[in-house]
Antibody, heavy 119, light 111 residues
Framework: EVQLVQSGAEVKKPGESLKISCKGSGYSFTSYWIGWVRQMPGKGLEWMGIIYPGDSDTRYSPSFQGQVTISADKSISTAYLQWSSLKASDTAMYYC????????????WGQGTLVTVSS | QTVVTQEPSLTVSPGGTVTLTCASSTGAVTSGYYPNWFQQKPGQAPRALIYSTSNKHSWTPARFSGSLLGGKAALTLSGVQPEDEAEYYCLLYYGGAQRWVFGGGTKLTVL
């Protein structure tokens, strides 16, 4: 069974750093891309970026380039999304999703990680 | 800046048919944009419904179908059920920039 399991909710202060994770299981982690999606409170979905764990090829939305870093550790089948200095506006739910480039499809999603940034 | 536009809200009666559309600010949507559609209910993660314009996932109910319509990607629900009330998002691929862009979402009310 394919699963993406994300790390738990976080409460941080502005200026702090953070790294959240997305662990894949039930499939070949290095053969599919992992994308990250932001959903601010009461708002729509925003595509942030995507990584291919097989070779760490990474693409970012222009809106998020330089604001976050996407990485992966294929030895433990885990992708990451990290911030070096959080802002209150980073408060959101963050989802990871698996992408199959051969079929052009996003299929399995993580359960989401809620990040709250407040002083 | 690329913008993907969906109807903000639509209302449909149970058993009825409704079509949601997804337009790109860059011009007509084609199969090369690999349109994906997702359903999201309150408090839940999005669920994939359609990929590459018209292909269904193994879990996608038969009443959902995808197509291209008048230069837009479209999601049609036929025989709408009360449980179809949700937010629906499209996602398009912009190959030149190698990135994806979500539409703003359509809130579907079944009434």
């Amino acid at each position: 069974e394919v699963q993406l399991v994300q790390s738990g909710a976080e409460v941080k202060k502005p200026g702090e750093s953070l790294k959240i994770s997305c662990k894949g299981s039930g499939y070949s982690f290095t053969s599919y891309w992992i994308g990250w999606v932001r959903q601010m409170p009461g708002k729509g979905l925003e595509w942030m970026g995507i990584i291919y764990p097989g070779d760490s090829d990474t693409r970012y939305s222009p809106s998020f380039q330089g604001q976050v870093t996407i990485s992966a550790d294929k030895s433990i089948s885990t992708a990451y999304l990290q911030w070096s200095s959080l802002k209150a506006s980073d408060t959101a739910m963050y989802y990871c999703a698996r992408f199959d480039s051969r079929e052009g499809l996003f299929d399995y999603w993580g359960q989401g990680t809620l990040v709250t940034v407040s002083s | 800046q690329t913008v993907v536009t969906q109807e903000p809200s639509l209302t449909v009666s149970p058993g009825g048919t409704v079509t949601l559309t997804c337009a790109s600010s860059t011009g007509a949507v084609t199969s090369g944009y690999y349109p994906n559609w997702f359903q999201q209910k309150p408090g839940q993660a999005p669920r994939a419904l359609i990929y590459s314009t018209s292909n269904k996932h193994s879990w996608t109910p038969a009443r959902f179908s995808g197509s291209l319509l008048g230069g837009k990607a479209a999601l049609t629900l036929s025989g709408v059920q009360p449980e179809d009330e949700a937010e629906y998002y499209c996602l398009l691929y912009y190959g030149g920039a190698q990135r994806w862009v979500f539409g703003g979402g359509t809130k579907l009310t079944v009434l």
